[in-house]
């Protein structure tokens, strides 16, 4: 993972955001890297993941999602 200054892309939040801010947001970062950064802070910085740190970044909240 990588801390980086947010920069112009198309950041996206769930479906299932309840619009009260407690969430992140999503975007590609470039052709294989996805962003993530809290929805409060647009501004602020965003961590990036690399194939692999994706999908475990996924199955875990997945799993924290359903403990």
């Known amino acids: 993972m990588t801390r980086h200054q947010s920069?112009?892309?198309a950041w996206r939040t769930s479906s299932y955001s309840g619009g009260n801010g407690d969430c992140?947001?999503?975007a590609r970062y470039s052709e294989?890297?996805?962003a993530v950064r809290d929805s409060k802070d647009l501004a602020g910085p965003m961590v990036t993941f690399?194939?692999?740190g994706w999908a475990a970044f996924i199955d875990w909240t997945k799993n924290a999602a359903s403990a």
């Open 7 to 9: 920069r112009d892309t």
């Open 24 to 26: 992140v947001a999503v």
């Open 32 to 34: 294989s890297d996805r």
């Open 50 to 52: 690399g194939v692999t």
